[in-house]
Structures are given as structure tokens and as C-alpha cells.
């Protein structure tokens, strides 16, 4: 049977190891639980909906100050 296969092999897995199994295992089957809750989405949203609502300043476009590119970097 399968769980038994499953279970020989979670036996071999290095205890340290364990909690990180545990965690995988739990978010699978929650993610299952969750997926037939899921809402269907019945309409498409239109683009743009959000147009005029935020301008992106002039600022942005500017380089960044060095000490900034350097942490991107790795230099800092």
C-alpha cells in the first residue's frame, strides 16, 4: 500500500530533517483543502481600473545615489 511506502521512506529521512518534511507535508494538504473553497471568478476585471489614481513622479526616473547601487551591489 501506498502510506506504507510513504511511511518506510519518512523512516529513513534524517531527524533534523524532520520539522522541514512536517512543514511541506501540512502546506500540501492544506493547499487541498483549501483549493475546493476557491472562488470561480465569473468576470474578467477590466484594464485600467485603477487608471488616474496614482501618478509615478519624476523622481523615479532619476538615478539612484550611489551608496544605493551599491548595496545592490553587494559593495555595502
Given at each position: 500500500?501506498l502510506?506504507?511506502?510513504?511511511?518506510?521512506?519518512?523512516?529513513?529521512?534524517?531527524?533534523?530533517?524532520?520539522?522541514?518534511?512536517?512543514?511541506?507535508?501540512?502546506?500540501?494538504?492544506?493547499?487541498?483543502?483549501?483549493e475546493?473553497?476557491?472562488?470561480?471568478?465569473?468576470?474578467?476585471?477590466?484594464?485600467?481600473?485603477?487608471?488616474?489614481?496614482?501618478?509615478?513622479?519624476?523622481?523615479?526616473?532619476?538615478?539612484?545615489?550611489?551608496?544605493?547601487?551599491?548595496?545592490?551591489?553587494?559593495?555595502?
Amino acid at each position: 500500500m501506498l502510506q506504507d511506502q510513504l511511511i518506510e521512506e519518512i523512516k529513513r529521512i534524517p531527524t533534523d530533517k524532520l520539522a522541514e518534511l512536517y512543514s511541506l507535508v501540512h502546506y500540501y494538504r492544506l493547499g487541498l483543502a483549501i483549493e475546493g473553497q476557491k472562488p470561480k471568478l465569473t468576470a474578467k476585471r477590466p484594464i485600467g481600473l485603477a487608471k488616474g489614481t496614482f501618478q509615478v513622479p519624476p523622481s523615479f526616473f532619476e538615478p539612484l545615489p550611489e551608496e544605493i547601487l551599491d548595496m545592490f551591489e553587494g559593495e555595502k
